[in-house]
Each structure stands twice: as C-alpha cells, then as structure tokens.
C-alpha cells in the first residue's frame, strides 16, 4: 500500500506560479513511477506528466509542456510539479498518482495509487 499526499495547490493569477508537492509512505518509492492528473468541474480527469522511476524520464501532455516540470526527490518520497505561466484553462484539482510498472505512462488506468488531490484556481 502506497499513501500519497498533495499539497502546494491555491490561487494565483495568470501567468502565475506554483509548486505541487506530493509525499508518498508506505512501499518503496523508487519502485514506481509517478504521475500528475487533474480534474476540471464537469470533466474528466486527464494526463499532466509523468516521470519514471529513476527520474531520467518524463512525459507531458502537450497543453502544459514547456510550462510544467515534473521532477522526483526519491530520498525525499517526494514528487514534485512545477507550473509555471498558468492560464485559467489550467484551473483544476491535480492528483498525483503511483505506478508499479516503474516507467511511467499516460493513462490512469496504469496507475495503483492516487491522492487526495490539491486545488489550483488560476484567475484571469
């Protein structure tokens, strides 16, 4: 059982900045790969980034990439999401997520575990 919990999240606004962070106990944390998703209201939840185990990989989704970072202190049990440039459109709840395949994948079907989840409001 992996635990995970997301903080960072508030308002800030466009062309603002934040970092998520997300904690994660129990199993060992290198043994996942890590993921960010969000939720819109009334939408579903999508794919931000992911990162392998190791840190070495990552992956976005093209309406955050060059604006998004997603990093992994494994001495820490830490991922990280740093956002910046944000746009209202970027308004959700943004869940971190835990992968046993360790590589790191877009669909959250892949994905073990999930947070919480930690509101982020981006006003125009």
């Known amino acids: 059982q992996v635990q995970l919990v997301e903080s960072g999240g508030g308002l800030v606004q466009a062309g603002g900045s934040l970092r998520l962070s997300c904690a994660a106990s129990?199993?060992?944390?290198?043994?996942?790969?890590m993921g960010w998703f969000r939720q819109a209201p009334g939408k579903e939840r999508e794919f931000v980034a992911t990162i392998n185990w190791s840190g070495a990989i990552t992956y976005y989704a093209d309406s955050v990439k060059g604006r998004f970072t997603i990093s992994r202190d494994n001495a820490k049990n830490t991922v990280y999401l740093q956002m910046n440039s944000l746009k209202p459109e970027d308004t959700a709840v943004y869940y971190c997520?835990?992968?046993?395949?360790?590589?790191?994948?877009?669909?959250?079907?892949?994905?073990?575990?999930w947070g919480q989840g930690t509101q982020v409001t981006v006003s125009s």
């Open positions: 129990g199993r060992t944390f290198n043994n996942y790969a």
């Open positions: 997520a835990a992968d046993s395949t360790r590589f790191g994948v877009a669909s959250r079907i892949s994905y073990d575990y």
